[in-house]
């Protein structure tokens, strides 16, 4: 089950700076908390996986790139020097001997010591920005230095940038009257200060990293083995979380993560804040937070707990942040506070009408599923999708239109009811353990709440329980599956407290807890969605289409699989012609300007993703700027447009019982014009009145298939 996070105060990619001791985690403590981790792991875990030499040395190559994502700090001779443990780590991680550790974060804390005198080295003089040079940008595929003199001059290169970075944005910043205008090298002289001040504190922060943040990320690193999804949470790390699925908290509403020295948006929480602003994105990057008539804090480096720090707040208060977009381009977003109260994510819906038609059709946006098991009278996305189609068919609704982008997954017994309120009966999705025969998960109420036409809208970012309705609907050919591959998460995690899952130790306990993948999710033609997802019966253009996304983009995941189908099917109703409504889908997108320019954004992305170099002349680095803005601008309009001859009617109910109603009319105005600008939808009433508009839709009798 997928489940929405506020922010996971783990460390994932930065570096260690003086490591402190964290007197609560002893040897004798962490060598216990490794042997539990892998035990769980052996024991648990769904497809465990062999702890030998290849093991050994991913675990090496791995838990150096997380501790110098960047390669900053060793050079290739640390590497070689660290080498005689590459093929051991086997051996010494079942022994409990945590010698490779000790080793690594010794040489970690020598390595950026050294590294500090760089920065205040380079930063003292100007730059020269009329020399005619570059920095290399891809740090993935870049090789550790071979000396030391190559690292300070890739160090002088990226401070260089940064320089430049603030140099342009105070050239091309306006003008004010109440400050007199600074000359070239006046700017420069400021810039280089604020580099230096960020890295200033860059390295403050470094010195309160403790051993135990690195313990944690060398046991993710390990667990990382097994599959993205399985980790380990300290005692605080499993206490932060719990909180954070506590329902309500103040501040921006999203989950993030470090990705090397930058913190990076991983989940946007429906209802909060920037979910309701729209303008920052999952994968986008934080770079500076500003409170309210302060100066910005930039926050490369930072702890990533520190950084949470600074962006919530109470509600009401606003803060700047930074972004850097997926195009590299940056921008200053100011975001009010809120209390993120997960009732506003719960499902919207509405009658969407198109002028030139008398057809009418429900649309229903599901941004995750939830469910709060309280009994008849707690939250439940089914219950409330139910009613929504209850209003929508009172109303003469033609079709309907189930949006599923962008959610996540939630609460699998959701699933299971919302596939079955459009199927009379019969199995929904097969869960699988190991070593254990399926277990089906099936509708059993033989009702079906909504015979008519039906689409489902997906995306790249639609996952889990997402995928196992698509995929439910797909099979049963109920309804038609639209927009591109979905996410691909087809496995199910689970908590094991350590404290339990090894005897005695009661002297260095609590150990923590780990999450762990326990089963995966079988469609009930027997393929799983880990890995493929959901493919649409009709796709439209995607801007990450050309970009890895979703699960497959990570090498650690667990493959695809097939098990047995089981016999299944609907006498509810049937697409006649689907051919025909996909081929004239396909002209009206191919003739459609807003899907063209979608097309263009991915290539776009993709162009942008592998051009890594980066000017370094100060006029060469504002033509580049210049043209990375335009073309960011030209793209960042993609939705403000209303769809000509569109009309919306929101269907309210009353769930939001803790705001008032003034709040639930604004916001109930807002999520309508993002329905009228968004031509995905537009697009799908377009299919869904192909297909009322053909003869011989409703199914006769059909037999169940095997």
């Excluded at 009010?336 to 057809?359: P, T, W, Y």
């Excluded at 139910?386 to 959610?407: P, V």
């Excluded at 030209?634 to 447009?641: A, R």
């Amino acid at each position: 089950m997928i489940r929405i996070l506020i922010a996971l105060a783990v460390l994932t990619g930065a570096s260690a700076f003086f490591t402190s001791q964290d007197e609560s985690y002893t040897p004798e403590k962490e060598q216990v908390i490794l042997e539990s981790v892998l035990l769980a792991l052996s024991q648990a875990h769904l497809q465990p996986v062999d702890i030998d030499d290849n093991f050994s040395n991913k675990v090496f190559d791995e838990f150096l790139e997380a501790l110098d994502s960047r390669k900053r700090f060793f050079i290739q001779e640390d590497i070689d020097a660290l080498s005689i443990h590459r093929s051991d780590l086997d051996d010494m991680l079942q022994q409990s001997d945590l010698t490779f550790f000790d080793k690594v974060i010794e040489l970690t804390d020598i390595k950026i010591k050294e590294t500090q005198t760089y920065y205040q080295e380079f930063l003292a003089e100007p730059f020269d920005f009329n020399q005619e040079e570059s920095v290399d940008m891809d740090y993935e595929d870049m090789p550790y230095a071979t000396s030391t003199d190559q690292l300070k001059e890739r160090w002088r290169k990226r401070l260089k940038y940064y320089t430049l970075q603030e140099l342009e944005s105070r050239i091309n910043a306006p003008e004010t009257e109440d400050e007199a205008p600074m000359s070239r090298e006046e700017m420069e002289e400021e810039s280089r200060n604020e580099v230096k001040e960020a890295y200033d504190r860059w390295y403050e922060n470094y010195e309160k990293t403790r051993r135990s943040d690195r313990f944690e990320q060398f046991l993710n690193v390990i667990t990382r083995q097994y599959d993205p999804h399985t980790a380990y949470f300290s005692p605080k790390g499993k206490q932060d979380f719990n909180m954070r699925m506590g329902g309500k908290l103040e501040g921006i509403g999203a989950q993030l993560s470090t990705v090397g020295e930058l913190t990076q948006v991983v989940t946007i929480v429906p209802g909060g804040p920037v979910w309701k602003d729209d303008r920052i994105e999952v994968n986008d990057y934080f770079l500076k937070v500003a409170q309210e008539g302060e100066q910005a804090v930039d926050i490369t480096g930072m702890r990533i707990d520190d950084v949470v720090s600074l962006i919530r707040g109470p509600k009401g208060t606003k803060v700047t942040l930074t972004v850097q977009k997926k195009d590299e381009s940056q921008v200053e977003i100011v975001i009010e506070r809120d209390v993120i109260n997960l009732e506003i994510a719960r499902a919207r819906g509405a009658m969407l009408q198109h002028e030139d038609s008398s057809d009418k059709f429900g649309y229903i946006d599901l941004p995750m599923f939830y469910n709060s098991f309280d009994g008849p009278e707690g939250n439940s996305s089914a219950k409330d999708v139910a009613a929504f189609i209850d209003t929508l068919k009172s109303e003469g609704m033609d079709g309907l239109i189930l949006d599923l982008r962008d959610n996540l997954g939630g609460a699998l017994i959701d699933a299971i009811e919302i596939s079955g309120l459009f199927i009379e009966d019969g199995p929904v999705v097969q869960v699988k353990s190991k070593n254990r025969r399926p277990y089906i998960h099936k509708d059993t109420d033989s009702g079906v709440h909504y015979d008519g036409p039906l689409i489902v809208l997906i995306n790249s970012f639609s996952a889990s329980a997402s995928e196992i309705v698509a995929g439910a609907l797909q099979d049963y050919e109920r309804a038609i599956i639209v927009g591109s591959q979905s996410f691909g998460k087809g496995s199910v995690q689970n908590f094991i407290d350590l404290d339990r899952a090894i005897r005695g130790h009661d002297e260095v306990k609590p150990l923590g807890e780990l999450k762990l993948t326990i089963q995966k999710y079988y469609r009930v033609n027997g393929e799983s969605t880990q890995l493929r997802g959901v493919m649409p019966d009709i796709g439209l253009p995607d801007t990450y289409e050309n970009l890895p996304t979703g699960e497959r983009e990570n090498d650690r995941a667990l493959p695809w699989s097939k098990i047995e189908d089981i016999p299944f099917g609907q006498d509810v109703l049937t697409y006649e012609g689907l051919k025909e409504i996909s081929t004239s889908s396909m002209k009206r997108v191919g003739e459609s300007a807003e899907f063209a320019m979608i097309k263009e954004y991915a290539s776009w992305l993709e162009e942008n993703k592998n051009n890594t170099q980066v000017p370094l002349h100060l006029d060469q680095y504002i033509e580049y700027k210049d043209l990375l803005d335009k073309r960011a601008d030209k793209y960042d309009g993609l939705f403000d447009n209303d769809m000509a001859g569109l009309t919306i009617d929101a269907v309210r109910m009353d769930f939001e019982s803790e705001i008032s109603q003034e709040e639930k009319d604004a916001r109930a105005e807002v999520w309508e014009e993002v329905v009228t600008k968004d031509f995905y939808i537009t697009e799908a009433m377009k299919i869904v009145g192909d297909i009322v508009h053909q003869e011989g839709y409703v199914a006769a009798e059909k037999e169940d298939k095997n």
